[in-house]
């Protein structure tokens, strides 16, 4: 099974500030890689899938980057609705998730 | 566009099935990849398996299915293509099921999810 491993476990920004989320995999995932959002009580929302690739209706301040084991989420200017738990998921062998960071406002 | 809304009993004996059903609208069953996926604060996000319906009509050629190997031996997907929904069955439940369940559609990523059914496993 490949494990993804995420970094940090809490990231404490103020709106308007630049956010870099962290995703480790255990072996190389090439570039099979997405990444979601999820808020309180809600299912996670797709935001980046093939490491780079914005899904439909992400807006542009959500950038992916990465390609075989390490992989950045960045998040350019924070909204006060971007803080929420972000999992990293990856398809390379079927389907595992890492374990989320959360990003609080600070 | 693509709806998915997952229903179930809420709670389930230990040692009992699970059944949990999803409802599909604004699209078609066939020709997509349809998973079950659960969450729970101990394991967090954990894919359960996905089915594909190929719509060909010969039953051989229709439907193939691929599982987590930790839940291969329990877990079972299926479709009702005349209904539009997807099934998910779990046996010998235990405390460790408990989690909501979710299901998704899976192209490049899962890209559309329902809201979730929450499962507890108590006696």
């Known amino acids: 099974e490949i494990v993804l491993t995420q970094s940090p476990g809490t990231l404490s920004l103020s709106p308007g500030e630049r956010a870099t989320l962290s995703c480790r995999a255990s072996?190389?995932?090439?570039?099979?890689l997405a990444w979601y959002q999820q808020t309180p009580g809600q299912a996670p929302r797709l935001l980046i899938y093939?490491?780079?690739n914005r899904a439909a209706g992400v807006p542009p301040r959500f950038s992916g980057s990465g390609s075989g084991t390490d992989f950045t989420l960045t998040i350019s200017s924070l909204e006060p609705e971007d803080f929420a738990v972000y999992y990293c998921q990856q398809r390379s062998n079927r389907y595992t998730f890492g374990q989320g960071t959360k990003l609080e406002m600070k | 566009q693509v709806k998915l809304q997952e229903s179930g009993p809420g709670l389930v004996k230990p040692w009992e099935t699970l059944s949990l059903t999803c409802g599909v609208s604004?699209?078609?069953?066939?020709?997509?990849?349809w998973s079950w996926i659960r969450q729970s604060p101990g394991k967090g996000l954990e894919w359960i398996g996905y089915?594909?319906?190929?719509?060909?009509?010969?039953?051989?050629?229709?439907?193939?299915?691929t599982y987590n190997p930790s839940l291969e031996s329990r877990a079972t997907i299926s479709v009702d293509r005349s209904k539009n929904q997807v099934f998910l069955k779990l046996t010998s439940l235990s405390g460790a099921d408990t989690a909501t369940y979710f299901c998704?559609?899976?192209?490049?990523?899962?890209?559309?999810w329902g809201q979730g059914s929450m499962v507890v496993v108590s006696s």
């Open positions: 093939d490491a780079s």
């Open positions: 604004g699209g078609s069953i066939t020709n997509n990849y």
């Open positions: 089915i594909h319906d190929s719509g060909n009509t010969e039953s051989y050629y229709r439907q193939s299915t």
């Open positions: 072996q190389s995932v090439h570039h099979f």
């Open positions: 998704a559609r899976l192209v490049d990523a899962f890209d559309v």
